[in-house]
């Protein structure tokens, strides 16, 4: 288990550089405390043993550039103990994983079934997973992947960079980055592209699950679909998305009758049942398969990719 050490001494003071400033306090603290879970991160703050300029801070306190933080003594126990490190076989899948670097981004094609980050009880996430592999560089998520979800993600080596990308992200109706994604959805699509324009809107269940609805108090939202290959009924999709809310792509095929194969939340559970047991579709059928943007106000042009994984090559070639 990981607790703060005796706060009699080991303390230490960090001075914020250029290139975090902006950057909330418990980001900060994640990066500078590797392998401590968050709760201790937000304890700290609580308690006071996290200081900013000499006083007590909040968690979300945006960092400005020569701020002094005081960080405590934390004691991280060993790798063997509570499961505080991920296991082998998750850091040799995300190692293998990376299918960009530069000096300031880093792009991993994420495997299903891996959160973007830990919480919720997940440990591990992918951004926890890399900061274990890149212990010197400050990996900080650009965006993020539902978990069932597999495909690009990116990570920031640089707060620039990061800071830079978001701005972009955060420009709606593709001004600022395109975003393709890889699906196989139920049922025959027509030919062409098929763009659909209705808002979206994120509800709680009972015990706290997120379910998302179309819904006129909802955010716009904004996809376009096309069909590449017809398979045995079922139809393989390029998704380009202006917009990128929750489980967008999930809900708008939903909503033109053509659910993304796989999807047990969204999904046609017959047509699931029947894709699991002829082809051996265990997962959702989506990929994150291509990111197009510029940084540096647009003299530096990027197109990163991630290939379809292996298992949804082999669903679509045993639909034949």
Known sequence: ?????????????????????????????????????????????????VRINGGRAKAERKLEVGDEVRIPPVRIESTQDAGRSPPKTMLAAMEASIVFEDARLLAINKPS???????SGISFGAIETMRVLRP????????RLDRDTSGLLVLAKKRSALTELQRLLREDHGSGIEKRYLALLVGRMPDGVMSVDVPLHVGLRQGGERHVQVNAIGKPSISHFRALERRDGQSYCEIRIETGRTHQIRVHAQHIGHPVAGDDKYGDAAANKRLREQVGLKRLFLHAATLEFALDGGKAPYRLNAPLVPELIDVLDRLG
């Open 136 to 143: 010197r560089d400050n990996l900080e998520l650009v965006h």
């Open 1 to 49: 288990m990981t607790q703060p050490d005796s706060p009699s001494g080991g303390a230490r003071t960090v001075r914020i550089p250029d290139d975090r400033a902006g950057q909330r306090l418990d980001n900060f603290l994640l990066g500078q405390l590797k392998g401590a879970p968050r709760s201790l991160v937000y304890k700290l703050v609580r308690s006071g043993q």
């Open 113 to 119: 079934g891996v959160a973007s980050h830990g919480g």
